[in-house]
């Protein structure tokens, strides 16, 4: 099992916030692992895209790009 960068309260308290009265301990992982998953995605892009531009740092336009497919 790989560690996670995200703290699992977290996922509760998102989920909470959306409006869930309980929240169980594998619907927190869950999201944590998606959550994670998606970040990795945008990342990866972000770093493409500075990469490109020639640039070693990451710009929050790169993160703000990359992340554009995951919008609404």
């Known amino acids: 099992m790989k560690s996670s960068e995200l703290g699992l309260s977290a996922m509760y308290r998102?989920?909470?916030?959306?409006g869930a009265e309980r929240v169980s301990?594998?619907?927190?992982?869950?999201?944590?692992?998606?959550i994670e998953d998606i970040a990795e995605d945008i990342a990866k892009n972000a770093v493409d895209m500075a990469s490109h531009a020639g640039r070693k740092t990451i710009k929050a336009e790169d993160v703000k790009l990359a992340s554009k497919s995951f919008s609404k």
């Open 14 to 18: 998102i989920l909470k916030k959306s």
């Open 25 to 34: 301990d594998e619907s927190a992982d869950e999201l944590r692992r998606i």
